[in-house]
């Protein structure tokens, strides 16, 4: 038969611990909501239209340069920018052979 009296000894043991816990998950979600806060003021500090408008500016900028140069690229090593340096790479050596 089980002896009934461990029984208190065990339940103070889980109380202490779920004491323990709640103390521990109360203060990491006050460290999160200092947290979250600093974030949000931090957002509210970094994205005002001003700011925004010159991040859109400037990635616009950087894609459009990345499309221009990667059009040029693309004339000169597949289309008609090839073939007409071909044609004058074949004239020059002709001229050097004759």
């Known amino acids: 038969m089980i002896d009934k009296s461990i029984f208190p000894i065990i339940r103070i043991e889980l109380e202490s611990m779920r004491h323990t ?5 109360s203060q990491h979600l006050e460290n999160m909501d200092e947290i979250i806060l600093w974030c949000e003021k931090e957002i509210d500090r970094v994205c005002t239209p001003e700011n925004v408008a ?3 500016e400037q990635a616009a900028d950087k894609e459009i340069k990345a499309a221009i ?8 090593r597949y289309g008609e920018g090839r073939e007409a340096i071909k044609e ?7 001229n050097v052979e004759a």
């Open 88 to 94: 004058v790479v074949r004239k020059t050596l002709r």
């Open 54 to 56: 010159s991040i859109v």
């Open 21 to 25: 816990l709640q103390l521990a998950i």
């Open 69 to 76: 140069t990667n059009a040029i690229h693309d004339f000169y």
